[in-house]
């Protein structure tokens, strides 16, 4: 008999929210977590859509430690001394049944934690699972600091490049254009600054995104996050792109907190929190296989996140798998099936949810991304040169916009303009 029916590896998003689930439902599991203390380790942006969440627990609202609700979505296009920002705010981001927050993981994390350990789950912090036991194809376990201890059924929720997915299901190590590099930092910010900064009011903030000069033109984008007493501000480019580049990702990060737009907003913070990760960024076709004899994959471990230019969503994806992982696995112990095939319906369920279908829908996005490199450079500049020629006034005669506009559109070329739109278009 095995030492659990179920081990989780990882506990990030998906690990306890898979506990929860087969705990809820009678079973044994354990959770092993390398961090010190969950959320150690890990790194978001900021901002998670509340509707997976509220699917595992529906009183989340009482006591999850949320920053901000988000009512306020800007996004900036960037040249070095300029910046055109589209602003979007609406009632319905109030609405209970489509709202985000803003959160913090290293609180965040040991919440979704407590509410595994209050359904029953076991855990423990501080040692990394090193490899998976197996017999034959079979993963039978896990070794993890010096101890093997056996499981029915073992999920690995071990986030965005993932060491033991390889052993599991004999998933490829992630290529350079299918992970990006994240670098964040927490500025402290009194609370009322925030508010008066962003006229908001204290539960309430924005989620703002940034391409162009904020990466110099790199392959990805700068996110800016309001919490409660912070800001959470960062950037995240493409390995394949960073490799190649002539400077650091810490000092693209410093260029962006000097830009103008930025500087004012972070204007006398204090850093109290600097961090770094890797995301997935492949998209629908970077998916491994999700599941094998005894194993079962959910979240970044199976690459699933979605990156549409104007949304990062990696946490809701990664609750809503482990909900859909923890609960198929309970039926296929209850059925006395964890083979592949008895864990089949965790596929099936996650094909008829949102996770799937909403990167099957982005499929082209990411490469879309790689292969239009003027999204990250041109079009901003050609953003911002067009308001400067709008809003700036210096007394000479003026000329119609659409004669202002023309050289401008001349330069990029109208045809690469309506390739690149019509690529942009089928890829969202
Ligand atoms: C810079 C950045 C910005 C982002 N912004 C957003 C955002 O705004 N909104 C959003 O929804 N998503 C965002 N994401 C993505 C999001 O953070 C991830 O998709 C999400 O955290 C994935 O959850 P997970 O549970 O799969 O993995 P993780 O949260 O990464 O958790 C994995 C856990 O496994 C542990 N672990 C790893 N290996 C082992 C091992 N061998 N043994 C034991 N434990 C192990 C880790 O320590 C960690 O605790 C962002 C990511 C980055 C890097």
Redesign the pocket.
Known sequence: MADFDAIV???????PVAAHELATRGKSVLV????NF????????????THALREVFPNFRDDAPLERRVVRERISMLEPEAGLTIEFSDEQMRDESQDSY?VL?AQF?PWLVSQAEAAGAEYIHG????SLIKDGNRVTGVS?GGDEISADVVIL????N???AEQAVGTPRPSRSSV?????QVIELDEHVINERFTCSSDEGA?WLFMGDATHGHVGGG?L?TNKNSISL???VTVADMVEADTTIAQLLEDFRQHPVIAPVIAGGAVVEH??????EGGYNALPTLIGDGVML?????M??LNAGY?????????A??MHAGRSAATALDNGDTSSKGLGSYVKALEDSFVIKDMKTLRRFPDFMEHTPRMFSTYPELACSLARQMFLVDGTPMKPVRKKAWPLLKDVGLFNLLKDARKGVKAL
């Open positions: 590896v990882g506990s990030g998003c998906a690990g092993i977590e390398r961090g969950a959320g150690a380790k890990n790194v978001s942006g900021g901002r998670l859509y803003t993981r994390d040692i990394a699972v090193e993890a929720c071990d986030g965005v993932s060491l033991l990006a590099v994240g670098i964040k989620a996110f996050y960062g950037l995240v961090s770094g990760h890797l995301v997935a959910a979240g970044e471990s199976a699933m996140c949304t990062v969503r990696g946490m809701d994806l990664a609750i798998a482990g």
